[in-house]
């Protein structure tokens, strides 16, 4: 069936380095068919389609849409609107009323629910509309995906930061505390571990928030840590919590904040590395200890974006636009794995992929909870693309002493 009217393609939570690389494929492939009116991007995602914020994509360059692609960030904005049912019919109405055929959504498990209720109400209306979520996250934690894009990026920009911790903390020794983003995944955080090249390199301690958290055990990790090697470095995911399942945040802090939807603040602030470093100079006495946290660094960090995180980012909008316009299909793209390395896109149903989070697999974690195994970096490495920077280290021997120290 030859479906004519127009497409709206929209992005929503946060920004990636290479969300646009599925903006520009969905918005290119789109202009090839002949049934596609116009191709509009709604400004601030869902909430841009409720006012009626639109930008006809069909008059932009090819040209320009190539530089977009490679720029980091949300070029048609974002949002963080979680919309519910009464807010889906007011999308419906107003892309009903633009004869919008195709509705495309960029982002991560609630973007995907979104594009559910929508492309439900669709049907209820019997209008016929074509709907489909495009995969993209940070934390890695979409269903149904051996990863996520935008996830590549980040991970990369993780591994080289602290690859750059550890040499730092190598030359003046002390504890080091980074806090990563992931809120229930541990992906991210896991990242760091690429860092390691050496024996005696960090992150020598990883917590996500798969594992429980206990205040007694990271003091006696980081002790042990601390002696062996006269530092240590720590990465430690924002979303941590006790063996309840409560934020170590929320136990750690007097006060805390919570987001629109009820969720602890965790991201934009230095609180629970300040906390923990606290905690470890209170308990075990070590003066030099120093915390950051990456916040929106990890993000869109333009320096560091992995090439295949950008082909990939690419290619799911294009599938994107051949599911809906080629064969009539509405769901939520995913990637899979094929090989070593090669990946395959399927398409998904909304219902399977909508409101659900994946968690790191038992495997990629080691036994203490405080680290990863050889699995999950076998995992990770082609997701971070191509010439990743590595360390070095002298290997002179030492000279010997002239002197015995006494004269």
Known sequence: MKLDGKVVVAQGGGPTAVINQS??????????????????????GVQGIINEEFVDLTQETTHNLEQIAETPSSALMSTRDKPDE?????????LKAHDVRYFFYIGGNDSADTVRIVNEQAQQADYEFRAIHIPKTIDNDLVLNDHTPGYGSAARFVASAFTGVNLDNRALPGVYIGVVMGRHAGFLTAASALAQKYPDDGPHLIYMPERPFHREKFLTDVHEVYNKYGRCVIAVSEGIVDEHGVPMMTKLA???????HGNVQLSGTGMLGDL?????RDKLHIKRVRSDTFGYLQRSFMGCVSDVDQREAREVGERAAHYAIWYNLDGSISIQRTGF???NYQLEKLTDVARKTRHMPDEYINSAGNGITDDFKFYLRPLIGSGFPV????????VAKLLDGNT
């Open 391 to 398: 360390s070095h280290r002298l290997r002179a021997p030492r």
């Open 341 to 343: 390395y090669s990946v």
């Open 254 to 260: 007097t006060n805390v904040e919570t987001d629109a």
């Open 23 to 44: 903006l520009v494929g969905v918005a290119l492939e789109s202009r090839k068919f002949s049934q596609v009116t116009r191709v509009y991007g709604a400004l601030h």
């Open 276 to 280: 923990l470093s606290d905690l470890i």
């Open 86 to 94: 009464t807010y889906c019919k007011e999308i419906f109405k107003v």
